[in-house]
């Protein structure tokens, strides 16, 4: 009996031992200058939106994260999941999407995620857009911007401040 007892705690600290635990960490899109006299121009884009094509991706099990918090779970699982289904459905960026993440523990999650695809198109440096605008009247343009973005609507009578940068040459 003593026998059988010590081969199984010598088993369980074996695979306790040797099973490995395997940590994945994904990245949405950013940009890093880690050199500070590299000057860049600020760009601007397009996003087709393919409304006919939903983009889906769901994880087939439930995945673990090093984390012991549920909010610091649900983040790392909604990024990683947003980085696969961008990478697996060959899409520039996911457009409005919905998701659903099932917890097991506070440790392990699984997500289904839904949206559009999305393509860049028309990369452009921002400044030859806003010079693009000096034809116009500055009250045209401010009545397109908060058109266009009801966000930066100012209460009535605020000034409007937009900085138009000087024309690159």
Same mark, same amino acid.
């Given at each position: 009996?003593?026998?059988? #007892?010590?081969?199984?705690?010598?088993?369980? /600290?074996?695979?306790?031992? /040797?099973?490995?635990?395997?940590?994945?960490?994904?990245?949405?899109?950013?940009? !890093?200058?880690?050199?500070?006299?590299?000057?860049?121009?600020?760009?601007?884009?397009?996003?087709?939106?393919?409304?006919?094509?939903?983009?889906?991706?769901?994880?087939?099990? /439930?995945?673990?994260?090093?984390?012991?918090?549920?909010?610091?779970?649900? !983040?790392?699982?909604?990024?990683?999941? +947003?980085?696969?289904?961008?990478?697996?459905?060959?899409?520039?960026?996911?457009?409005?999407?919905?998701?659903?993440?099932?917890?097991? *523990?506070?440790?392990?999650? +699984?997500?289904? #995620?839904?949206?559009?695809? *999305?393509?860049? !198109?028309?990369?452009?440096?921002?400044? &030859?857009?806003?010079?693009? #605008?000096?034809?116009?009247?500055?009250?045209?343009?401010? +009545? /397109?911007? #908060?058109? &266009? &973005?009801?966000?930066?609507?100012?209460?009535?009578?605020?000034?409007? &401040?937009?900085?138009?940068?000087?024309?690159?040459?």
């Amino acid at each position: 009996m003593k026998k059988i #007892l010590s081969i199984a705690i010598v088993s369980f /600290f074996a695979v306790v031992a /040797f099973s490995s635990c395997k940590t994945i960490s994904y990245q949405a899109r950013s940009l !890093e200058i880690k050199d500070q006299a590299v000057v860049t121009t600020p760009t601007m884009v397009d996003v087709r939106v393919d409304v006919n094509k939903r983009v889906n991706y769901s994880d087939p099990d /439930f995945v673990r994260y090093p984390s012991s918090k549920i909010k610091n779970t649900e !983040e790392m699982a909604l990024t990683a999941a +947003k980085y696969k289904c961008i990478v697996e459905n060959k899409i520039d960026v996911l457009v409005d999407p919905v998701y659903k993440i099932t917890f097991k *523990g506070k440790k392990k999650a +699984k997500v289904e #995620l839904t949206g559009l695809a *999305g393509y860049y !198109e028309n990369a452009r440096s921002m400044y &030859n857009d806003v010079n693009s #605008l000096k034809d116009f009247k500055m009250e045209d343009v401010q +009545k /397109f911007i #908060l058109f &266009n &973005n009801p966000e930066l609507m100012q209460p009535v009578g605020a000034p409007v &401040n937009i900085t138009v940068p000087p024309a690159s040459k």
